[in-house]
C-alpha cells in the first residue's frame, strides 16, 4: 500500500484575511477609505489582498 499525501491545506496568514474582508463585502459591512460601501467585488478583493499585505502575508503584487 503507498501512503496517500495529505490533500488538506494550511490555512495562512493571508487566507484569514481575505476571508475576513470578502465576508465582510457580502454583508454589505464592507467600506472604502471614504467611508461609502463597496459595490464592486473587484474593488473588494483589491481591498483584500491590500490589508493581508500590511497584516504582514506573503501576497505577491500583481505582474501587468
Not at 503507498?2 to 459591512?29: L, N
Amino acid at each position: 500500500m503507498s501512503r496517500q499525501a495529505s490533500t488538506s491545506k494550511r490555512e495562512t496568514k493571508g487566507d484569514r484575511k481575505i476571508h475576513k474582508v470578502m465576508k465582510e463585502f457580502k454583508e454589505g459591512e464592507l467600506r472604502s477609505s471614504n467611508g461609502k460601501p463597496v459595490k464592486k467585488r473587484k474593488q473588494a478583493v483589491a481591498i483584500a489582498l491590500s490589508e493581508a499585505r500590511k497584516s504582514g502575508a506573503k501576497i505577491p503584487t500583481n505582474r501587468s
